[in-house]
């Protein structure tokens, strides 16, 4: 391995509540969400993200002044409000792809709570066959994915030509809680997390870097 100046830290449960303390507050319309979510789907809440990264997804909108987003992956609705609060108000857009009717539905009922409806499409069915089914020349600013692990690859060919220059990529749980790294584990969802990291990182169309945020945030710019 090679030398480095410093690793990052890591967070104790302590340490963790003193950033989610010192980031900016999480409103009461994604609160609630959370709260209904854990309710609803007690099993599955390891599919919506961290507050910190629903915040850091917004203000990365924002920051890139995106209009045209897509996401891959939507479950309950926690992350799509917070990609389409950070879309331009008068033409931003964001394509939300999932396969489950049951889910969106509390995530159009969060949508409308937040005000962003009308900046939402959603397209329920396989989202590969979603993309597949774009134009090749639409050219988003930013995408994030967020779905079964196995086709995140597939994910990712379909998504970077139709990114534009300087558009990001975001790609959510790629350390798989630390599992990528154990040799003795094996299962098609892991193997998938390592088979797109290493794809991702051989890809010379993006930059890419693999940050420690939530389960491991990849953050892939394409390249101009």
């Given at each position: 391995m090679a030398a480095v100046t410093r690793t990052s830290e890591s967070l104790t449960p302590d340490l963790y509540e003193y950033l989610v303390e010192h980031s900016a507050p999480v409103d009461p319309v994604l609160r609630d969400l959370a709260d209904e979510t854990a309710r609803l789907y007690p099993d599955s809440m390891g599919m919506q993200i961290a507050p910190e990264q629903g915040t850091f997804m917004t203000m990365l909108a924002r920051t890139l002044r995106a209009r045209d987003a897509v996401e891959v992956g939507t479950f309950t609705g926690y992350s799509?409000?917070?990609?389409?609060?950070?879309?331009?108000?008068?033409?931003?857009?964001?394509l939300a792809c999932d396969v489950s009717e049951e889910w969106?539905?509390?995530?159009?009922?969060?949508?409308?709570?937040?005000?962003?409806?009308?900046?939402?499409?959603?397209?329920?069915?396989?989202?590969?066959e979603t993309l597949r089914g774009l134009p090749d020349a639409r050219a988003f600013d930013l995408a994030f994915i967020d779905a079964d692990k196995t086709g995140y690859v597939d994910y990712?060919?379909?998504l970077v030509p139709r990114?534009?220059?300087?558009?990001?990529?975001?790609v959510d749980n790629t350390l798989s809680h630390g599992r990528v790294v154990d040799p003795g584990e094996d299962s098609p969802a892991v193997q998938g997390i390592r088979d797109f990291n290493d794809a991702a990182?051989?890809?010379?169309?993006?930059?890419?870097?693999?940050?420690?945020?939530?389960?491991?945030?990849?953050?892939a710019r394409k390249k101009e």
């Open positions: 799509s409000i917070c990609i389409a609060r950070g879309l331009d108000q008068r033409n931003g857009s964001l969106t539905d509390v995530a159009r009922r969060y949508w409308d709570l937040a005000g962003v409806s009308d900046r939402i499409e959603l397209r329920l069915g396989a989202a590969l990712w060919e379909e990114m534009r220059p300087g558009g990001l990529i975001l990182l051989a890809d010379e169309r993006t930059e890419v870097v693999l940050l420690p945020v939530g389960d491991g945030l990849t953050l």
